[in-house]
């Protein structure tokens, strides 16, 4: 068996698509520009990077699109009121505190001080509570899981009934949203993490395998159940000796070459799960958008 590449770049560019299609819509309609705001702390290069392609992609989808660039030693005091503001800002319809903020700062409080209809990264105790209630359709989810929920659809359906589903990680961002998901569509759900015993014997269980904890190639394939579809978040930077001297590449968490001779299909690293996390914040932000204008928010 070979496992086929799920294609996340290609799906995300659909996803793009909608989301254009929406706003453009809703600007037509009610004259409503969707807004997104995003607020970056320091100088970390990988989140500057990060914030440089949401807001490229948030101008592509025509949207209006700010940038609030502050310096690592900014007062936690004047990052909460930039918040206020942005919350009170009728032009903006999603903000998102790029992660990680410099030591000092308290994310948590920062993030608490977003109001739940702006949370288009879906990190809120609100928004947290609505999914964890099954009130899917008034939260706005994390964008990665978002992701991955449709990249899993497009292999096997709406209905995930009769599926059993492991999900390696627990973390706020990715692995209990994501396992919420999974419960929605009916699969029977484990949370695995760094104490779960005898894991590849868990793992080999599951007819959908999630594996999102940060440790590059981690997942080998004894890991992984023949006809297995296999969803693989992590991003982890190693040597690439092979392409010069000081010279890196990007893995997942899953060695891709032994999970795709027992995997039916699965994300590579880069190219997989990746560009779905921008395109859900657009989904997101469009959704936003319309619930501000008093329209019916559009699913993607």
């Known amino acids: ?34 807004g997104l705001a995003v607020v970056i702390v ?28 502050l310096p690592a030693d900014v007062p936690q005091d004047e990052l909460l009121a930039l918040i206020d503001r942005l919350n009170a800002d009728p032009a903006i319809h999603g903000i998102l505190q790029q992660l990680p903020l410099p030591k000092g ?18 990190l809120t105790l609100v928004n947290a509570g609505r999914l ?20 899993l659809r497009q292999v096997l359906g709406e209905d995930l009934s009769g599926k059993r589903a492991v999900v390696i990680g627990r973390s706020n961002l990715v692995g209990k949203p994501m396992a ?38 981690f997942l080998k394939g004894d890991s ?5 579809v296999v969803i693989d978040v992590g991003i982890n930077r190693i040597d690439a000796p092979e392409k010069g001297e000081g010279k890196t590449r990007l893995v997942g968490d899953v060695d ?33 958008a319309y619930r501000a204008a008093g329209e019916e928010r559009p699913r993607f």
């Open 1 to 34: 068996m070979q496992a086929s590449r799920i294609d996340g770049k290609a799906a995300a560019e659909a996803v793009l698509r909608q989301a254009k299609a929406a706003g453009d819509k809703l600007r037509e309609t009610s004259g409503v520009q969707p």
């Open 132 to 151: 964890a209630s099954g009130l899917v359709n008034d939260a706005f989810v994390p964008c990665t899981p978002a992701g991955c929920m449709v990249l």
């Open 42 to 69: 320091g100088e970390d290069p990988a989140s500057q990077v990060y914030v440089a392609n949401k807001g490229r992609t948030a101008e592509a989808c025509g949207f209006h699109s700010v940038t609030h660039r």
């Open 105 to 122: 700062l308290d994310a948590d409080a920062v993030i608490a001080r977003i109001h739940p209809d702006k949370d288009v990264d879906g």
């Open 224 to 228: 992984v159940k023949p006809g297995a």
């Open 180 to 217: 919420q998901l999974l419960l929605l569509a009916n699969a029977t759900v484990t949370v695995a993490h760094s104490r779960t015993k005898d894991l590849p014997a868990l793992c080999r269980e599951a007819d959908i395998l999630v594996a999102a904890i940060g440790r590059p190639r």
């Open 256 to 288: 891709f070459d032994e999970a795709a001779a027992r995997a039916s299909a699965l994300t590579p690293v880069p190219g997989g799960v990746g560009p779905m996390t921008i395109a859900m914040l657009m989904a997101n932000t469009v959704a936003s």
